[in-house]
């Protein structure tokens, strides 16, 4: 029989990984779950004997290519957040009004222009009909659907309440997606306004500044120029005759970075100055708190265990401090404790939320508390956001003027000698 490679949580939220025999994928997937095992990633194992991957390719349930296979990959599709979020919304109110979960994928199909989409509903439904869980078939496509959301699909089947786990997802995501939205809107502003300045500047020394050092030249020849003009004009010889030089830096830089951030160590650090670093740390900070408050209340609310619950922040934080961070709480909790003592000794999370956390474990209201502190710490990003918008536009606008004012003063020192000059 095929060998498949498979990745797990158990009830206890504790990850495993093995083997298993079977005819086919969904029904290794059948086997796992009868033994109580939340299933992550499952996949033929590359190793197998080429009669095994021969059998598990003709195993009944197995998908069979039509024509010519010229072994060419394009890439997995991947549907865009926003489709997704969309699809959850639609799918919510379909379900909300009784239609069955085929003929509710088979009619966002039809309707779906978007290619990606449409393909990847298609494949869900297909593998529905044969008899596969809706998780089951989305757990197929896990670059589209994360644990996040596999893990709330797999609640709301266990629950019986799927359009209820849906409008939840829908929500989550939409938030998510506005305090995104107001992030990167925080951030366009200074780009733009930086590289409109970054060209001036480069335009001036390279084209306008090597004028006037012709000038210079011919009328204050064997005269020391003031060290300020000195600098500049050494600057513009450098971006005129070297700029080589700074696009190296920038790709040794970037590299760089690339390099580090694949190691989890890299990772960290750079996350950490992230969180640390002025004027954007606040935000970055309080967007983090804001995602893991709603993840985990969205998740305890619907019916996800909570070391479970945990494993997935952890894996989906996107930031290796607040991993690190949930990874000592999910640790913690494993062992009976409560999540607000953890989370205060991490010392990324502030006092209020801790204390909120404690009143919420206190009075078995924890998820709903939880939604709280997202909904006050969305509000507090978006006045952040305000406020660092307001702010960066004067520090801009005085930063420019410094750096043309030194450019413009630096060539003008010298003029006041040649204007002598020619009135004597």
């Given at each position: ?273 992230k969180y640390n670093m002025p004027l954007f740390g606040p935000i970055i900070s309080k967007t983090a708190i804001s995602r893991f408050s709603r993840t985990l209340g969205t998740l305890m609310s619907s019916g996800v265990p909570i070391l479970n619950a945990l494993n997935i922040i952890k894996e989906t934080a996107g930031n290796e401090v607040v991993s690190k961070a949930v990874g000592k709480v999910h640790d913690a909790v494993k062992e009976g404790e409560g999540i607000a003592a953890p989370l205060g000794a991490s010392a990324i ?76």
């Amino acid at each position: 029989m095929p060998l498949f490679l498979y990745t797990a949580m158990d009830a206890s939220g504790k990850e495993k990984k093995g083997k298993i025999d079977a005819s086919a994928e969904d029904t290794a997937a059948a086997e796992l779950k009868k033994q109580g095992l939340f299933i992550t990633m499952i996949k033929p194992a590359k190793g197998a004997p080429k009669e095994k991957q021969k059998e598990a390719a003709t195993a009944p349930g197995a998908k069979k290519k039509k024509g010519f296979d010229l072994n060419i990959s394009i890439g997995t599709p991947v549907i865009k957040r926003k489709d997704l979020t969309i699809f959850t919304r639609q799918l919510a109110i379909l379900l909300d009004a009784g239609l069955p979960l085929i003929r509710s994928l088979r009619t966002l199909e039809k309707q779906s222009k978007n290619p990606i989409l449409k393909q990847i509903l298609g494949a869900s439904a297909d593998s529905v009909e044969s008899g596969s869980t809706f998780s089951e078939a989305l757990a197929q496509h896990p670059k589209s659907f994360d644990k996040l959301y596999l893990n709330m699909i797999r609640a709301g089947e266990a629950a019986g309440a799927m359009e209820v786990i849906l409008n939840r997802l829908a929500v989550f995501m939409e938030k998510a997606a506005r305090i995104a939205g107001k992030v990167k809107s925080a951030l366009i502003y200074p780009t733009v306004v930086f590289s409109i300045a970054m060209l001036v500047t480069s335009g001036l020394m390279i084209f306008i500044v090597p004028n006037f050092k012709k000038i210079f030249d011919e009328l204050l020849a064997g005269e020391p120029l003031p060290e300020l003009t000195q600098f500049v004009m050494l600057i513009s010889k450098i971006l005129q005759e070297q700029i080589w030089i700074f696009g190296v830096i920038i790709a040794v830089i970037f590299v760089a970075y690339k390099i580090t951030n694949k190691t989890k160590m890299g990772r960290y650090g750079i996350d950490w100055v992230k969180y640390n670093m002025p004027l954007f740390g606040p935000i970055i900070s309080k967007t983090a708190i804001s995602r893991f408050s709603r993840t985990l209340g969205t998740l305890m609310s619907s019916g996800v265990p909570i070391l479970n619950a945990l494993n997935i922040i952890k894996e989906t934080a996107g930031n290796e401090v607040v991993s690190k961070a949930v990874g000592k709480v999910h640790d913690a909790v494993k062992e009976g404790e409560g999540i607000a003592a953890p989370l205060g000794a991490s010392a990324i999370f502030p006092q209020m939320v801790i204390s909120m956390i404690e009143v919420g474990e206190e009075t078995g209201k924890l998820p709903e508390m939880l939604e709280k502190i997202a909904d006050t710490y969305e509000d507090e990003v978006d006045n952040a956001v305000g406020a660092l918008t307001s702010m960066i536009e004067p520090l801009m606008i005085v930063g420019l003027a410094v750096i043309v004012g030194t450019i413009v003063i630096a060539l003008f020192m010298p003029l006041t000698k040649i204007i002598d000059k020619l009135g004597k």
